[in-house]
């Protein structure tokens, strides 16, 4: 939206569209950022604690799946590089 507001020819564009009009719709874009970030931040670390968690409790209530759940992790790392 900004490359496009930089874009736009200056004349014919400040004269049919007003200028709280586009403040308007960089404030809303603003609130629902200011909104739905931090949410969303903490939706992100409680899961990521739940993982973590998950996986402390599996190696301590049975070592024996230390070592597939490190497999796990190389195989899970190789596919996402």
Known sequence: ???NLFRAPINEFFER?????????YSEDMTIAD??????MEVFSVILMFIFSVLLVLIEVSRTWLLPIIFI???YYLILA
């Open 1 to 3: 939206m900004t490359m």
């Open 35 to 40: 909104n739905q970030l931090p949410m969303a």
């Open 17 to 25: 569209v007003p200028i709280g009009r586009i403040l308007n719709r």
């Open 73 to 75: 992790y190389i195989v």
